[in-house]
Structures are given as C-alpha cells and as structure tokens.
C-alpha cells in the first residue's frame, strides 16, 4: 500500500492520470455529441421518409379513393424493411395494414406524434401463443418496439397511419455507446502500459539523478549526474547541470588557489613591510630616515595594493561577472597609446620598441582591460629583453582567419615549452626571474583578460625570444 502510495505521488503518475481523465472526457463529450448529431439525422432522415410516403397515399386516395389506398397500403407492406402502415376506423379499430397493436392514446391526435410510441408487428402477438411459459416470460421482458408515426383523418374520418420504426437509431446508440466503453479500456490499459514501460523508466533516470545529486551535496564534487546518450531532456539536463558543476569546481578551485597564493606568496612582502617598520623604530633615527622608512613603507604597501587589485580583478574576469563597460575600441589606438606610455622605460633599458599598427581595427571590449593586458604583456618583453644582446621589442596587429590578433614579440631568453601553460597561472614566477621585479600576475591577468573578451593569449617561440599572441574575436567580446 505504501509502496502504491508513492508512486501515485509521482509526477509521472499525476500527469498519466491527468491526460487520461483529460482524454477521456473530451472523447465523451465527442461522442456524445457525434452520436447525438447522428441520432438527430436519422430522425430528420425518417421523417423526411414518412413525410414522402404520406404525399404518395395522398395521390392514391385522391385517384381511387379508400379501395385503393388500402391496396397500396397493403402492397406497401409487405414490402422487406416497410414502413409502418395502418388504417383504422373512427373508434381505433384497426382495419389493415402490418401494425396488430398501438399504445394507447397514439390515434387521439392528428400530426407527428409527440414523443416515440410502443407497438406490435402484424402476427407478433400470434407467433406468442405458441411459446412456453419461460419463453413466453423471456419475450415479454424484451423491450416493445417504439416507432415515430404520423396520423392522418381522411374526409370520412377514417384514420391513415404512417410511422418508421426506431430500431435503427436505437442499434446505433447501442453500437455507440460499446464502442466507447471498449475505447475507454482500451485507453486504460495503454495508459497503465505507458506507465509501464515509459513512465517507470522516467523515474528511474529521475531516481539516478537524485541519487547522483545527493552524492555531491554529500561533498563528493567530482560527481557528475548520469547521461544515457538518448539526447533527450533527461540528457540534456544532466549535460547542462554537469557544465555547471564543472564552472563551480573550476571556481572553487580558482578560489582556493587565491587563497594558498596569498597565504603564500603574499607572506614574504608583508613579512618585509613589518621589519622594515619594526627597523625604523628600532633606535633613535634622524627625521630623513624616519621620512626614508616611512616611504618605502607607503611604496611597499602600493605594490600589496597593486597585487591584490590584480588578483580580484582575475577572479571577476574568470568568473564572467565582471561590471567593466563595453564599448567600441579601436585595437591600433590601443597600441599607440601603450608604446607611448613604454617608450620611455625602453629607452632606458636601451630597448627597441617598434610597433605596426595599421588602423582603425574597431571591436567591441573594455577599454581599459585590453590596456592593462596589453601593458602588462610589453612590461614583461622590455623587462626579459634588456639582457639581450640587441634587445628589440615588437608590436603587430593584424587580421588573421579566425579573429585579430595583437602579438608582442622580444629577443629575450624566452620560456621553455613545459612551461608556456604554467606560466599564465597566478603568482607563477620561473627560476631565471626570481631576481626580476614582478608578483607573477601579468601574464594571469592577460589570460583572464582574453577569455573575458572570448579570445585566447598564445605564448608560442619566436627563435629568439617569445612571441605572446592576444587573439581577439573578429567582433569583439561576445555576451
């Protein structure tokens, strides 16, 4: 019982039960219609006959009179499937025709009988008399036959019947009605099939999905809902709920590696901020080495404020909720704008910045977030290159088959290919630039700047140097 109980409180089995009660009274109200429709036809269809057959015993009573309506009458009779005919004297009394019996009242009137009448064939009554008790019981319990009839006076008050009997209207309604008590069986048991085959196999998949879901709210995150490969909304579902734990462990994972990149990484100038303040107050110190400490302190603290803007602005760009406006950007503009900035700081490390920047080359992204990639990306190709022995940093723009591309090219000592991937993550500094300056953000946040834009940062070999390619959609940031 409990077992019933559950599944009739599944939604598979509400809905079967809904759409055969649903079913079931619009084809009631269907046929019932359709038969009542058809009833009406046949009706209209007998009286249409009787109303003919009335206006032929008109033309023979008035060509012959009583003898020859009554021998049409007679003849019309006889005939298989006849009509009902009767001529009775002004008290009743039946005088010819194939009707032995009337219920009562039913000659009172002239005209169409008002409502449908029971009556006897000619030789019915007879054929009785010869049955047994139990026979004879069994055809008395039978329904009479019921007729529809018209009645006519003839000048000498003689009494013409002519009816049809019902019988016909009567099977069709009966026809009718089976059909539909089989149809709505039939409806049940397809309905308890569906369920069958259709609806159990719905719940199971349904079940699987709980289960699976109650495994990863358990803290199993790695968990992923099933898929059969019917590519059906069940598939669909579960492939759409899987991306999104897919997003939400590649989030949680970003976060937690926030989270160790600061408690790491963030330590050691943090550690240096509090000896040198802990130094300045070691002692007397003269008011210039108060001042001197003091702004290396503030200078200390900018390049900590610095890391860790950059580090939120990751996190919101690799979310994908970032606030930061689109509008149209011209990419060469862009690239004027950053070598005039740089120039200075190549200049001094001796460094030849060139760039070709053919425009305008107009898409849609944030301004100020291609700059800072940008930016970031010429820093580090000046920082690497003033080692080299004729160090040279280029900048490209140009149209390429799948997108534009911005490419930043340097002679410096470039980055092995095992670790081009690495690189881009946060506060991933290799060996040779330990002793450089830098958080290891740069390249991170021009990653994320890309996917931001829907593009891709490339950090392919440039024999010599490295070449870091920013490949943008041909239209800019899609939504």
């Known amino acids: 019982m409990a077992k019933l109980k559950a599944i009739l409180n599944t939604t598979a089995a509400r809905l079967s039960a809904l759409y055969l009660i649903l079913f079931a009274i619009c084809a009631g ?13 046949l009706l209209q269809q007998t009286q249409d006959t009787i109303n003919e057959e009335v206006a032929g015993l008109a033309r023979a009573y008035q060509r012959g009179g009583l003898p020859l309506l009554v021998r049409f009458i007679e003849q019309r009779s006889r005939q298989p499937g006849a009509n009902l005919y009767l001529i009775a004297d002004a008290n009743g009394r039946i005088l010819a025709g194939n009707v032995e019996s009337l219920e009562a009242g039913v000659l009172d009137a002239d005209g169409w009988t008002e409502r449908p009448f029971a009556y006897a ?58 059909s539909t008590l089989v149809a709505f069986g039939m409806m049940g048991i397809g309905a308890l099939l569906i369920w069958l085959f259709v609806g159990r196999r719905a719940l199971r998949r349904i079940d699987g999905l709980s289960e699976a879901s109650a495994r990863i709210m358990g803290g199993d995150l ?44 963030l330590k050691t100038p943090l550690t240096r901020l509090r000896n040198r303040a802990e130094a300045a107050l070691a002692g007397k110190r003269t008011a210039g080495q108060y001042r001197e400490a003091l702004e290396g302190t503030i200078a200390e603290s900018d390049q900590l404020i610095r890391t860790f803007n950059a580090i939120l602005m990751i996190s919101r760009l690799e ?25 200075p700081v190549a200049e001094e490390g001796a460094v030849a910045l060139t760039a070709e920047a053919p ?24 920082k690497y290159s003033a080692g080299a022995t004729a160090p040279a940093v280029a900048l490209k723009l140009e149209r390429m088959a799948d997108g534009i591309a911005l490419s ?72």
């Open 29 to 41: 109200v269907l046929v019932f219609y359709m038969t009542g429709l058809t009833e009406r036809l």
């Open 121 to 178: 064939r000619y030789g019915e009554n007879e054929l009785r008399g010869g049955l047994s008790p139990a026979q004879l019981q069994e055809e008395m319990a039978r329904p009479a036959h019921q007729a529809m009839a018209a009645v006519y006076r003839l000048p000498n008050q003689m009494i013409v019947l002519v009816g049809r009997d019902l019988g016909e209207p009567a099977r069709f309604r009966d026809v009718i009605r089976r």
């Open 359 to 382: 425009g305008p080359v107009v898409i849609a992204g944030n301004r100020e977030l291609i700059g800072q990639a940008l930016a970031n990306v010429v820093d580090n190709a000046i």
């Open 408 to 479: 930043v090219r340097d002679n410096g000592p470039g980055i092995p290919e095992a670790d081009r991937e690495r690189v881009t993550e946060r506060f991933v500094r290799l060996e040779q630039s330990r002793s450089m300056p830098g958080s290891g953000l740069g390249l991170s946040l021009a990653k994320a700047v890309m996917s931001y834009h829907g593009g891709r940062l490339e950090i392919v070999d440039a024999a010599p140097g490295l070449l870091v390619r920013m490949v943008f959609p041909a239209g800019g940031r899609r939504p």
């Open 222 to 265: 790695a968990g992923r809902l099933p898929v059969t490969g019917a590519g059906d909304e069940f598939d669909r579902l579960s492939e759409n709920l899987n991306a999104m734990l897919a997003r939400i462990g590649a989030l949680s994972d970003g976060l937690k590696q926030v989270s160790d990149n600061i408690a790491h990484d």
């Open 319 to 343: 979310a994908g909720n970032s606030a930061e406006a689109t509008t149209q950007v011209d990419l060469a503009e862009a690239v004027r704008d950053v070598v005039e900035l740089y120039e």
